[in-house]
């Protein structure tokens, strides 16, 4: 046979092949099962999460509940709050009865570093995961989600010197409650920057217990003592409008720098800033807290481990808030948002 035959022959055999392929049923394509999303279902669903704030209604806590439950909810998991309204003891009595109760997991944001620890510790070995959020105690339990206060009296400080160059050198420093942990890390924070800028003078360092009323009076007493004070180093937004309102009181908003922390809330974080009551105020984006403590979460219920079997931490990135950014849609989120 010639090749010009066999060329032709071929060609034939391949057109009826490809009319016989038209002509029969296409095979289904069949999916794969994903092995692992029906046991991390069964691990949530039905489950129980408690929060255990030091008080509701501000932006922090009910963000972080907010948050929470968005993130939770859809999988069949209950969450649940226990507000104990700045009362250690009724704190304490609140996580002593969830203990007895065994929800899946609690959400403890400390008050200090003392009081719940032990019963932090009884909780884990009763089979009750512990998540601390922001304001940690001396009891390291299964997740600590939160900022770095180290980090954070770092940065405010720095920029506080930095606002302070060529003028007096004075500061004051606006505590919050001296038994948290925030306070105290923060603090360490303040101090190391200090220690490597022997020009800068604190002429006063105070503790305001998180109360803006507090706050104002230290800081007008603080500027009455010295007019000629360059800049303050805060430690908690909700706080320090007190400070802020004193600065404004006496004439000196643009002249003493405000360096401060939180949640990043608009109404309070950006709003604060652009009016120039703050000049910078230090975010750790509570949405973003919010959801690192549902993952933890999600994360521990379907891993197999065991409360206290494992030990982590999550710090927040901080965001700066200046002027520059405080009308950007990225540095500050709405409470309203979290709640649809």
């Known amino acids: 046979m010639s090749i010009q035959l066999k060329r032709t022959a071929l060609r034939l055999i391949l057109a009826a092949s490809a009319v016989a392929a038209l002509a029969l049923p296409a095979r289904a394509q069949q999916g794969l099962d994903e092995p692992f999303q029906g046991p991390f279902k069964a691990a949530l669903a039905g489950k129980t999460v408690a929060y255990i ?8 806590t009910e963000g972080w509940f907010a948050g929470v439950k968005r993130e939770l909810e859809p999988f069949g998991m ?14 304490a009595q609140a996580l002593t009865t969830l203990i007895s109760e065994k929800p899946a997991a609690i959400i403890v944001h400390n008050p200090d570093v003392q009081t719940y620890a032990k019963l932090l510790q009884r909780a884990e070995k009763e089979g009750i995961f512990i998540i601390q959020i922001n304001m940690g105690s001396v009891y390291r339990s299964s997740a600590f989600v939160g900022a770095n206060w180290i980090e954070v009296g770092e940065r405010a400080t720095e920029a506080v010197v930095k606002a302070c160059e060529g003028k007096s050198g004075k500061i004051a420093v606006v505590q919050g409650a001296l038994s948290a942990a925030t306070s105290a890390y923060t603090l360490k924070g303040v101090e190391n920057v200090l220690a490597k800028n022997p020009n800068i003078k604190v002429v006063s360092s105070q503790a305001a217990d998180w109360d803006a009323a507090k706050a104002k009076a ?53 709003e604060l800033v652009k009016s120039g009551a703050f000049d910078l105020n230090l975010s750790y984006d509570v949405p973003i807290q919010a959801a690192d403590m549902a993952a933890m979460i999600k994360w521990l ?17 901080l965001i700066p808030i200046t002027k520059d950014n405080a009308g950007s849609d990225t540095a500050c989120w709405n409470l309203s948002d979290l709640k649809k």
């Open 301 to 317: 219920l379907s891993s197999g481990a065991k409360p206290g079997d494992v030990k982590g931490s999550i710090y927040t990135t």
């Open 78 to 91: 209950k969450v649940i709050v226990r507000d104990p309204n700045w009362s250690t003891s009724a704190g």
């Open 218 to 270: 230290i800081t007008q007493t603080v500027l009455k003592q010295n007019p000629d004070l360059c800049g303050i180093v805060g430690f908690w937004d909700g706080m320090d409008i007190g400070t802020a309102a004193a600065v404004k009181e006496a004439g000196l908003t643009g002249k003493v720098f405000v360096a401060t922390s939180g949640g990043g809330e608009r109404k309070g974080a950006c």
């Open 53 to 60: 704030p030091v008080a509701m209604n501000f932006d922090l």
